[in-house]
């Protein structure tokens, strides 16, 4: 190779690094902005026809998490993250409280203990989503004593997916 061709291989080289540097910023950021432009559009088809209940929940969210703001202010930066963090996580877990003990086993790597009672009202008042898709349900000898197996009504548990065209906004990304 000539004098040229080197300079040209050593200018490819130099070039080369920022350029697939350059591609895999473009990736990150196109795959930011659909993944964003998706979540923008489940958002709406939810808030188009939101759970029955949805609203006061988010009620008694937001109004602990100001509650949290309201306490804080004269506070230390602490304080000023901790309060409403944590006001709102509580207000969360009032209102949700299956996904939150759901959340918590996940988290923690020790085990939660929980009563009895309370077992068997988390596991069969409120079917989780795994449960609902599963084809096997448990006969009356496999519950607990004194529990009731829960069969919600298929309409119920819409949550917007109604309409067909709304098919594609449901996908799953890798």
């Given amino acids: 190779p000539g004098h040229l061709q080197m300079g040209f291989a050593s200018i490819r080289k130099r070039v080369g690094r920022y350029v697939g540097w350059c591609k895999g910023v473009y990736v990150f950021v196109k795959n930011g902005i659909t993944d964003t432009v998706q979540f923008g559009k489940d958002a709406y088809v939810y808030m188009k026809n939101p759970p029955r209940d949805f609203l006061p929940k988010i009620g008694v969210i937001t109004a602990s998490g100001l509650a949290g703001v309201i306490s804080a202010r004269k506070g230390s ?10 006001l709102t ?3 969360a877990t009032v209102c949700y409280p299956v996904q939150s003990v759901i959340i918590a086993k996940l988290e923690s790597s020790a085990e939660i203990e929980v009563p009895g009672k309370a077992t068997r009202v988390l596991t069969y008042s409120v079917p989780l989503s795994t449960e609902l898709n599963s084809s096997e ?4 000898s496999e519950l607990p004593s ?5 069969l ?13 065209e709304d098919v594609d906004m449901y996908s799953t990304r890798s």
């Fill in 77 to 86: 930066r602490f304080k000023k993250i901790a309060y409403p963090l944590g």
């Fill in 89 to 91: 996580t509580l207000g």
């Fill in 137 to 140: 349900t448990k006969t009356k």
């Fill in 146 to 150: 004194g529990a009731t197996q829960f």
């Fill in 152 to 164: 919600p009504d298929p309409k119920l548990m819409d949550h917007g997916q109604s309409h067909p």
